[in-house]
């Protein structure tokens, strides 16, 4: 069974950083793109972040360019994504999500809560 | 940036009612490139549609997507009571991916 499970969400000040975590089992995380999406509270869904299979290839939401990155390890079949100078509009539940066929995300966690806030 | 605007914003049906949901691109999207998900509250995205008419793994048949170019379309055939919730269309173009708004299905 596939599974994601994000965690590293929490209350972080304007400014602030945070480093968020998915542990991917169930499937052969190294031979995926794997994604972050995530959705405000009350709002709809947003991409942020992808990665290729060999962490070789990366593509950013324009507005997190230069504040996050996201990165990977295939021996602990880990997705992170590390989120610098954090703002207000970045508070969101964020998902660890597998791309799949066609640009699809096929597989999603229950996601981790982050709130910017002072 | 591709733009997906997505009507109505909320659909009110009854079950065993037919749900036609639309999804229309600020230009053309590939249609190997264009998705359809499912959520419910409290619960993260599923996938129901890829490529624009593929149904995903367990996906009863009474979804199924069509359309190309600018205008997608995800209907339901029968609504039954477990599939009023939010869909969201979502494209894969130029490494960026967007979703769009979303619509509302309510029972009615």
């Known amino acids: 069974e596939v599974q994601l499970v994000e965690s590293g969400g929490g209350l972080v000040q304007p400014g602030g950083s945070l480093r968020l975590s998915c542990a991917a089992s169930g499937f052969s995380f190294s031979t995926y793109w794997m994604s972050w999406v995530r959705q405000a509270p009350g709002k709809g869904l947003e991409w942020v972040a992808n990665?290729?299979?060999?962490?070789?290839?990366?593509s950013y939401l324009d507005s997190v360019k230069g504040r996050f990155t996201i990165s990977r390890d295939n021996a602990k079949n880990s997705l992170y994504l590390q989120m610098s100078s954090l703002r207000a509009e970045d508070t969101a539940l964020y998902y660890c999500a597998r791309s799949n066929k066609g640009g699809s995300f096929d597989y999603w966690g229950q996601g981790t809560l982050v709130t910017v806030s002072s | 940036e591709i733009v997906l605007t997505q009507s109505p914003g909320t659909l009110s049906l009854s079950p065993g009612e037919r749900a036609t949901l639309s999804c229309r691109a600020s230009q053309s999207v590939s249609s190997s490139y264009l998705a359809w998900y499912q959520q419910k509250p409290g619960q993260a995205p599923r996938l129901l549609i890829y490529g624009a008419s593929s149904r995903a793994t367990g996906i009863p048949d009474r979804f199924s997507g069509s359309g190309s170019g600018t205008d997608f379309t995800l209907t339901i055939s029968r609504l039954e009571p477990e599939d009023f919730a939010v869909y969201y269309c979502?494209?894969?173009?130029?490494?960026?991916?967007?979703f769009g708004q979303g619509t509302k299905v309510e029972i009615k």
């Open positions: 979502q494209q894969y173009g130029s490494s960026s991916w967007t």
């Open positions: 990665l290729r299979q060999d962490g070789s290839e990366k």
